[in-house]
């Protein structure tokens, strides 16, 4: 009880000072700015346009709910998706809404997570805040509709309440930590690491080995096996769906058998490798080497609470740079909190070992790289430093640019007409990216051509001989396809001129 009394009342301190409440209110500002100001300034990703779609068709269709699971997925950003789409009538807006909505709460999680740890580092949730704000790589995936901001705000939910459990061991905390855990299962297969990484609170169980008394570990195991059941309950929700197989075989597309991996050492350190690079450019590398001087120091502190964090992050590191084989930053950007706390512990150290004076310096230091990256991605993404694994959302095939300045030619074209389009492949950017748009509407219709016809294709050329608009979109597909009643009506070209996107029209004399 002594225990608890102490909490309640550092965190009723915590908020009877009126300069938290002036930092509060400036975080939360800050955080709605950066997470909602030029919200569809990127263009669409391939991969957004299919979860946004596979939204669409679940919303209005209660037989494919779980749609998402015929590509392996799991549905939770599916369905999430869905109350975005009834208020916002572009389908992009309401598909990154959804992200906002986790990048709007993972602050305040981890700002209570880093309460719960250091009571009496008043200044540490603040910090971490503020860190979260201006951290690049969460900003990016709270602004995209995919489903890394919701992995990364049920990871760090699931180190707190394998924290709480560990402290309190009890029920109340067993039933919500099994919720949280089934929901998060229903994200991603990542999230499986939440549940093998559980049972590392113990290491804050009391035990006392003198009189051989093991009755607490015993509790908090016991209620730990209460939330994986409640969480592998949640999760076995897909088995209403008759494609739920299918994650394990999406799985073993972009991983192999650990076994499997032992043999292929190359593959790992190219991954390592990798990984480095996406920490130290979208962390900023002031704050990754800042991190890991406050993990060292964490541990000098207190190694329980530091081994704690460390688990939780090097653990699902390694196993994943072992065993991906198609890699790029998003698999890891759930781990990226964790770093930003060992950050504000150093920094509160740092408080208390130098002149107050030079603090604010060393901490403008360490955030003028995070907060003008952040801005690059709030108005010039283009330039922001993506590294080589992660061109894709500017450059190439899967970077949606004209896909935006093509929905206005349609629909402008629609007001007067019907319209026929016809796109290069029947799933990815050009169909989906498209439909999401003109699925609902009866005066368009989209047709998906893979591999590409004779051109143009018989049915858009009846189409056009009977008085509608056609239209046949390419996606940095080679050679000018110019001919007679197929003519290029415009293009788009990706960054640093990587590809194009090409809308052709059909037309016929009347």
């Not at 920490?279 to 120091?297: E, I, N, R």
């Not at 996606?475 to 007679?484: C, K, L, P, R």
């Amino acid at each position: 009880m002594a225990g608890k009394r102490g909490t309640l009342k550092a965190f009723t301190n915590f908020f009877a000072d009126k300069r938290v409440w002036f930092w509060l209110l400036l975080a939360l500002f800050l955080l709605f700015l950066t997470r909602l100001v030029n919200l569809t300034r990127l263009p669409i990703f391939c991969d957004e346009a299919i979860y946004i779609r596979w939204s669409q068709i679940a919303w209005k269709e209660a037989s494919m709910r779980f749609i998402s699971l015929t590509d392996g997925k799991q549905p939770f950003q599916t369905w999430i998706t869905i109350p975005f789409l009834k208020v916002f009538s572009d389908p992009l807006v309401a598909g990154r809404a959804q992200a906002v909505l986790a990048g709007l709460l993972l602050p305040f999680v981890l700002a209570i997570l880093a309460g719960f740890l250091c009571l009496k580092k008043k200044n540490l949730p603040t910090l971490v805040m503020f860190l979260t704000i201006f951290c690049p790589y969460l900003l990016f995936h709270s602004r995209m509709a995919l489903a890394e901001s919701w992995l990364t705000f049920f990871a760090a939910g699931s180190v707190f309440f394998s924290y709480l459990l560990a402290k309190t061991r009890r029920l109340d905390v067993a039933l919500l930590a099994g919720g949280w855990l089934g929901l998060a299962l229903l994200v991603k297969s990542q999230a499986w690491f939440f549940l093998i990484l559980f049972p590392v609170g113990l290491i804050f169980v009391p035990v006392n080995f003198s009189k051989k008394n093991f009755n607490q570990v015993f509790k908090f195991l016991g209620l730990f096996l209460l939330s994986a059941a409640i969480a592998y309950f949640i999760y076995n929700i897909q088995r209403l769906s008759p494609w739920m197989h299918m994650i394990a075989q999406k799985n073993q597309d972009f991983a192999v058998s650990p076994l499997k991996a032992l043999k292929e050492w190359p593959i790992f350190w190219q991954n390592l490798k990798a990984s480095l690079a996406w920490f130290w450019t979208y962390l900023t590398w002031p704050v990754f080497l800042v991190s890991l001087a406050g993990l060292l120091l964490w541990l000098k502190k207190d190694w329980r609470q530091g081994l704690f964090l460390a688990a939780w992050f090097f653990v699902p590191f390694g196993a994943i740079n072992l065993i991906a084989r198609i890699y790029n930053s998003r698999y890891l950007a759930f781990l990226a909190f964790l770093p930003l706390i060992w950050t504000g512990f150093f920094l509160t150290e740092l408080k208390t070992k130098i002149p107050r004076r030079v603090f604010p310096l060393f901490l403008l230091l360490i955030f003028l790289l995070p907060i003008f990256r952040s801005g690059q991605l709030l108005f010039w993404p283009e330039q922001f430093p993506f590294t080589r694994t992660d061109r894709g959302y500017l450059e190439g095939w899967t970077a949606g640019y004209g896909i935006r300045e093509t929905v206005q030619i349609v629909a402008k074209a629609a007001e007067i007409q019907p319209v026929v389009i016809g796109t290069e492949g029947n799933f990815g950017l050009l169909s989906q990216g498209l439909e999401i748009y003109f699925a609902f509407d009866p005066r368009v219709d989209v047709f998906g051509y893979y591999p590409l016809p004779q051109q143009p294709p018989k049915e858009l050329a009846e189409a056009a001989r009977k008085g509608k608009r056609a239209f046949f979109i390419f996606n940095n597909t080679a050679g000018d396809f110019s001919q007679d009643n197929f003519m290029l009506h415009s293009e788009f070209p990706k960054v640093n001129n990587q590809g194009s996107l090409r809308v052709y029209e059909l037309v016929f004399e009347k």
